[in-house]
């Protein structure tokens, strides 16, 4: 592209690029599409079916028994509302949130989106500034970079009038401007998210296991369907009677009551407001949630992998101590002098903090820092000579030749200060100034070393704690960087690892089980390129861990996009968090505890309610099946079990489901629920069946009393279930389990109520017989229970 000049676009060539649609905007999802949350809760298999059945029941008159459409059509409208609300909560911050950037137009600078920059606008950049789409330089005063969000590595880089400057780099030193050359989806960070998003939405074992029984359902909905039908025909005297007096009718709503009844229709609605309250929730602490499974990711997380720089540190240095090494008048002015010259870079102006200007100096001559030598100096008029900032070794290339006082030889000096994690400069001065060939041919005149100078990178505040909190916890902590092994190990014992030396990445093996092997037995990894980070991902869920990976850098997008959560920090580049499944909005490292809570609460509270909505589908499938076999009347209308479902399942559950829960995760959610719910289930079928069969067919007590004493039945065993899985009581739970008891005797005492359900309670022997297979069917529930917990604890210890 052609140079614009160094007064920017006009405002017509801005428009006209705009107008083309060469700008930087750039679609990073924050949460799903409303159409997804619509499609999600609306347009599914068993929506489907229970609409067709309330749609029959109307139809037929049957208004009081399509309750359960109702409540689907309301529980969905929930989900739906649910997840917008928390769409628009996450929108909103991801809003607020959006970068800025400085551009030229017109030959006036101004701050905009970093959406509406156009191809070809002329950036402009200062210190502190990340820039905004890939460029070109166009005109530079000290200008240097820091492209550790790309690459890795931390040390900045010099860039020259011409070279190229990449999205997500950031300006640490000097100022200058930039043509932007690619953009939107075109420029380097982008093109990571673009590559990254093509890989499949997270893993959760909630909607996988969950996903599995609706699968089991769907297939057995239809046999059993016609099953429970010809049976119910069969009691209404066979097809063509039932046909020719209008029995088919009943027949249809006692079929459609164990059929809605076999749907865990509640479970998927319940998991979807849990997902929706927690990433709320989650919200309301700076945590974006950008998919709403991620809730429930970190209480499954047992290996968490940390990017050094930006997660552990704020990828800043700061000044540590002055080592004096002569005495040589004003040297302390001159390192301030450094720290406040108006080209500083970051290392200079970390120096600057400890040691503020006292007095003004005049500069004579001076050589910028550059990247390449690593030291920059300066003849003052005040301080007669020649100063010199910089690396030890660049300095002073024969340090181990150059004796210092009390500590051997520089090199010694300066050894002994980078073994502890210190980043060492030295102050060297000399009595020759600069002159204009020292400065044109960027030489030195011989001096000698004043003093060393360390500096130590800006740990958060917040990290040790994270990291005792995560060792607590059970969770493997790695620590990978693109810094050397020993900076990154320094800094991971600083923050109370127990680590030894950091393990060199370039020596790691390329074969992914030889990597795991490694990665069990090692925990802080440097120079690791961005491949690598992928890889070693892979590698630990090739072992069956369940990784974690935080970053804030476009190297580390892929790596994140393939672990089971990745984390994103704020200050971290646009494709880091387009494809995080959380971005912590602040920066703090101290959420990550948080949203750990957050997610064993809900996984927790789901596969406890998910044990009552089970038991229920497992009875009802038997009923169904025994009924069918038995040809048997089916033992309740809709509007019964639309009572009991909602005493004794629904209701509960939304309340359960919200309620704290710091239960450690272990996996086989799926398996635990059906553990306790298959022999439930199957004890309350056999008892309605009992029941039936008994008080029905040998006793022939009418079909209203045994209805109604089967909805009791149902209801106590119910309530009983509720108990055990709220185990231990709280004050709340016994609030909600003593609500619905008192629903349940509500419904049978007042008249219109129990007239609506057609509750006519059994007398003499059928009432009798209701109370013992209520009390068998409780003690033998207990039982499972405890059989249950007995296993669990044998099989998972």
């Known amino acids: 592209m052609d140079a614009v000049t160094l007064d920017g676009l006009s405002s017509a060539e801005v428009a006209e690029r705009t107008a083309a649609g060469a700008t930087n905007a750039f679609e990073a999802s924050t949460s799903r599409t409303w159409w997804n949350i619509v499609r999600a809760n609306v347009f599914t298999l068993f929506n489907g079916i229970v609409i067709a059945c309330f749609a029959v029941l109307m139809l037929l008159g049957h208004w009081q028994d399509a309750l359960f459409g109702f409540a689907a059509i309301f529980n969905t409208l929930i989900g739906c509302y649910q997840e917008i609300r928390a769409k628009i909560a996450l929108d909103r ?12 137009r017109d030959g006036a600078d101004a701050e905009i989106a970093q959406g509406e920059v156009v191809i070809d606008d002329l950036l402009v950049l200062r210190a502190g500034d990340q820039v905004a789409a890939d460029a070109v330089v166009r005109s530079e005063r000290g200008l240097q970079v820091d492209e550790s969000l ?14 190229e400057l990449l999205s997500g780099s950031i300006v640490v030193g000097g100022a200058g401007t930039a043509q932007a050359t690619r953009v939107g989806a075109d420029s380097y960070a982008n093109s990571f998210a673009q590559e990254a998003r093509s890989f499949s939405m997270m893993r959760s074992e909630l909607k996988r296991g969950i996903d599995r029984v609706l699968t089991w359902v769907g297939w057995a909905i239809g046999p059993v369907a016609l099953l429970v039908t010809n049976s119910q025909v069969q009691v209404e005297g066979g097809w ?8 088919w009718r009943d027949a249809a709503v006692s079929s459609i009551a164990i059929i809605i009844a076999m749907i865990p229709l509640g479970l998927v609605l319940m998991t979807s407001i849990a997902f929706a309250v927690g990433a709320a929730r989650l919200a309301s602490q700076q945590v974006l949630v950008q998919e709403l499974p991620a809730v429930e990711g970190l209480a499954r997380v047992d290996v968490i992998c940390l990017d050094k720089t930006g997660t552990l540190t704020f990828g800043e240095i700061t000044f540590d101590a002055d080592h004096p090494l002569d005495e040589v008048p004003g040297w302390r002015d001159a390192l301030a002098w450094f720290g406040a010259a108006p080209d500083a870079n970051a290392t200079a102006r970390s120096i600057g903090v400890g040691h503020p200007v006292t007095r003004e100096l005049t500069e004579e001559h001076s050589i910028p820092f550059s990247s390449a030598r690593k030291w920059s100096a300066v003849s003052l008029a005040e301080l007669p000579g020649t100063w010199v900032l910089g690396a030890p070794g660049l300095v002073f290339p024969a340090a181990a030749r150059i004796t210092v006082s009390g500590a051997g030889s520089l090199a010694d000096a300066v050894r002994e200060l980078s073994s502890q994690g210190k980043r060492t400069l030295v102050l060297a001065y000399g009595e020759t100034p600069l002159d ?5 041919g960027e030489r030195l005149p011989p001096v000698a070393p004043v003093a060393l100078v360390t500096l130590v990178e800006q740990v958060r505040p917040d990290a040790a704690q994270t990291l005792a909190y995560f060792a607590e916890q059970g969770v493997t902590v790695k620590v990978i960087s693109g810094d050397s092994p020993d900076t990154v190990a320094t800094i991971a014992r ?9 393990i060199d990445a370039q020596t790691l093996p390329g074969d992914v089980d030889a990597l795991a092997e490694v990665l069990e037995t090692h925990s802080v990894f440097g120079r690791v390129a961005p ?3 992928k890889a070693m991902v892979a590698a630990l869920q090739s072992r069956g861990h369940v990784v974690a990976m935080t970053g804030d850098g476009v190297n580390d997008a892929l790596a994140i996009k393939n672990a089971d959560i990745g984390i994103a920090m704020e200050s971290g580049s646009a494709a880091t968090k387009a494809v995080a499944r959380l971005v912590l909005l602040d920066g703090k490292f101290s959420h990550l505890p948080g949203v750990v809570a957050e997610g064993r609460r809900v996984t927790a509270n789901i596969e406890r309610v998910s044990m009552l909505f089970l038991t229920k589908t497992t009875y009802a499938t038997a009923i169904a099946l025994l009924f069918g076999v038995l040809l048997l009347p089916i033992p309740f209308l809709p509007r019964q079990l639309s009572l009991t479902d909602g005493l004794t399942i629904g209701i509960p559950a939304f309340f359960l489901a919200l309620l704290p829960n710091a239960q450690r995760y272990v996996p086989g959610f799926l398996r635990r629920s059906l553990s ?7 004890i309350i079928g056999l008892a309605i069946t009992a029941y039936s069969r008994i008080a029905g067919e040998e006793w022939n007590v009418p079909l209203e009393m045994v209805r109604t004493g089967s909805t009791l039945i149902i209801a106590f065993l119910g309530l009983w279930l509720l108990v055990l899985i709220a185990l231990p009581f709280t004050w709340i739970k016994g609030a909600i389990v003593g609500a619905m008891v008192i629903g349940l005797g509500l419904a049978l005492a007042i008249p219109f109520v129990a007239d609506f359900f057609q509750m006519t309670p059994p007398t003499g022997d059928a009432l009798s017989l209701m109370w013992w297979i209520s009390a068998v069917g409780i003690v033998l ?17």
């Open 494 to 502: 600083r923050l109370g690892l127990e680590v030894d030396a950091g």
């Open 93 to 104: 911050l991801a809003l607020l949130h959006a970068p800025r950037t400085l551009v030229r």
């Open 150 to 163: 790309l690459t890795g590595e931390s040390d900045p880089v010099d860039k020259r009038t011409g070279d």
């Open 676 to 682: 306790f719910a298959i022999p439930a289930g199957v």
């Open 531 to 533: 491949d690598q980070k």
């Open 781 to 797: 529930i207990g039982i499972a229970r405890a059989i249950q917990l007995m296993w669990l604890r044998r099989t998972e210890a």
């Open 436 to 440: 204009e060939a020292d400065v044109e």
């Open 240 to 247: 063509r009677v039932a046909i020719e007096t209008g029995g």
